[in-house]
């Protein structure tokens, strides 16, 4: 049996204070599929379009287009689905050229249809023009009394330089360790889902691509919380709403900000699947 399903999604950032951003709009497209009950094929591509703040004259363009791809395959063997992962971006700024990621993860059910909870671990790495990043991220899940679902996570990462913007923006070391903790609830209806989360810690260029997510700038991002529903609309259609709130920290930079600037983003997001 095959099974498909497809979306899409309106997707805005707001800056407040950050020295360079001012504000993003973007649309993502994204397809899954999954076959024989045991393989499955995904892919998502995001296009945003940034306007940086009036106040920049360094030289940067005042608005730049950014372009992202993220592909994944995967296979089920019993309780345990393994799965990769790749992701090119292209960042219209020209502050990096084209950046490839790679990951791989594993999600395994403890118990029979998971009553016990599932084990996943991503493990993965990004290659800039600047920095190397390498990451690994063991998680829990389960659920609670039927309706309720929690999610813990800590996400370990390894930050190298490779060149001088690198070098400054780990403030001189060549080579930095990050940690992050997040903690999400769930709860399902008949109607659909609602989710809340927060994360704690700091982290340089975090990425999911399993979520089709990278934040490729140099900002420190910080803690954070996130919200959202998922809304059944007639037999198979679903309407997706999203937020997300973070702290940011932009260091100091020769052509930006004289001091470490710390700012906030809010992330908006609404989609529709099928």
């Given at each position: 049996r095959l099974w498909t399903t497809a979306g899409a999604d309106l997707e805005a950032q707001l800056y407040a204070g950050h020295p360079i951003k001012n504000s993003t709009l973007g649309l993502s497209l994204h397809f899954a599929a999954r076959f024989l009950a045991r393989f499955y094929v995904a892919g998502r591509y995001r296009f945003s379009r940034f306007y940086a703040e009036d106040t920049y004259k360094n030289g940067l363009s005042a608005e730049w287009n950014q372009h992202e791809l993220y592909l994944a395959a995967g296979v089920r063997l019993g309780p345990l689905w393994l799965s990769g992962h790749y992701s090119a971006i292209s960042d219209g700024s020209e502050t990096y050229s084209t950046t490839h990621q790679w990951a791989a993860s594993a999600d395994v059910a403890l118990g029979s249809g998971g009553r016990f909870g599932h084990v996943a671990l991503r493990a993965g790495a990004s290659h800039y023009d600047d920095l190397t990043v390498l990451r690994i991220a063991p998680s829990y899940r389960l659920r609670l009394f039927g309706r309720l679902g929690l999610e813990a996570e800590l996400a370990l990462s390894q930050v190298s330089s490779t060149d001088g913007a690198g070098h400054f923006q780990l403030r001189g070391a060549s080579l930095v360790r990050f940690a992050?903790?997040?903690?999400?609830?769930?709860?399902?209806?008949?109607?659909?889902?609602?989710?809340?989360?927060?994360r704690y810690g700091d982290s340089v260029r975090p990425a999911n691509l399993?979520?089709?997510?990278?934040?490729?700038?140099?900002?420190?991002?910080g803690p954070g919380l996130w919200a959202g529903a998922d809304l059944r609309v007639g037999t198979r259609a679903r309407l997706r709403l999203g937020y997300a709130l973070s702290k940011l920290t932009t260091p100091?930079?020769?052509?930006?900000?004289?001091?470490?600037?710390?700012?906030?983003?809010?992330?908006?997001?609404?989609?529709?699947?099928w």
């Open positions: 992050t903790a997040s903690l999400t609830l769930d709860a399902r209806f008949s109607w659909g889902s609602l989710y809340l989360g927060g399993a979520l089709g997510v990278t934040a490729n700038s140099y900002d420190l991002v100091i930079s020769q052509t930006g900000p004289s001091a470490d600037t710390d700012s906030t983003l809010q992330m908006f997001s609404l989609g529709i699947a």
